[in-house]
């Protein structure tokens, strides 16, 4: 294997949380959450950016597994997880850890039910941005609804 490919496959399984025999989204998610952790202090700018950066390389390695595989949206991927994720925990970030928890619940939810635009997004061509844009649209309407829903405790 060469060492693009070796890169891409790692970065798009999130270092191995996608070969998870059980619920591999759901590892991908929760393996996601330290580095909220360590995000989570940073000024918006700065996570913003690294979340910019985390969301081309999951393009980029997504598509290139994709491809790979001859299959459009592998469940080994989960980079767009690990993006979609961030990207609700960010909405409420300043807020109680029941906003935080209810983000990523609802995230999941959102992410396996495929409501309206989310399932609309996934369509989007190359594969990789199709694996990558229904996971962005859960996360931001898991975090805008966290955020709206109330204060929670």
Known sequence: MNTPH???????????????????????TLGALPLFWLLRRVSWPAYLGAWCVLVGLGVWASDRVSRASGTEDPPEVV??????????????RERSLGAKAASVLLFRLFDITKPGPIAAAERLRPPGVGIMADDLVA??????????VGRWP
């Not at 798009?12 to 759901?26: I, V």
């Not at 980079?79 to 409420?92: F, H, M, Q, R, T």
């Not at 996360?139 to 709206?148: E, I, M, T």
């Open 79 to 92: 980079i767009d997880e690990v993006a979609g994720v961030l990207l609700a925990l960010a909405l409420v």
């Open 6 to 28: 070796r890169a891409a496959e790692r970065i798009a399984t999130w270092f191995g949380c996608g070969r998870s025999p059980f619920a591999p989204g759901t590892v991908g």
């Open 139 to 148: 996360g931001l309407a898991a975090g805008l609804l966290a955020r709206v």
